[in-house]
Nanobody, 126 residues
Framework: QVQLVESGGGLVQAGGSLRLSCEAS??????????MGWFRQAPGKEREFVAT????????VYADSVKGCFTISRHDAKNTLYLQINSLKPEDTAVYYC?????????????????WGQGTQVTVSS
């Protein structure tokens, strides 16, 4: 099985930055072949797409709401996915989840993903 563990969340003031990490582990993990994504869920709202990268890193897509402020990246040797978040706004407050798909594609659709982490809380104060 494959486990995804997010970290790096916290409480930050508006305008601040955070770097979220998502480490993959497990006997069956093949991180370098996975397509990866970040999603978030704010209180009282549905989970929404944030960013995604394919297995080679050559295809990256961002939600319009985060373009220019969020950067997704991957370090395959460390089995780790990152999300650099700059210029944080109160509306970025949410639980952030990483996800992996075995087919290796970048996808905005959460149904495309096979594995999910438990999430890390990001809270932005105004």
């Amino acid at each position: 099985q494959v486990q995804l563990v997010e970290s790096g969340g916290g409480l930050v003031q508006a305008g601040g930055s955070l770097r979220l990490s998502c480490e993959a582990s497990g006997r069956a993990v093949s991180f370098s072949s996975y397509g990866m994504g970040w999603f978030r869920q704010a209180p009282g709202k549905e989970r929404e797409f944030v960013a995604t990268v394919n297995w080679r890193g050559g295809s990256i897509v961002y939600a319009d709401s985060v373009k220019g402020c969020f950067t997704i990246s991957r370090h395959d040797a460390k089995n780790t996915l990152y999300l650099q978040i700059n210029s944080l706004k109160p509306e970025d407050t949410a639980v952030y989840y990483c996800a992996a798909n075995r087919v290796g594609v970048s996808s905005e659709n959460d149904s495309a993903y096979d594995y999910w982490g438990q999430g890390t809380q990001v809270t932005v104060s105004s």
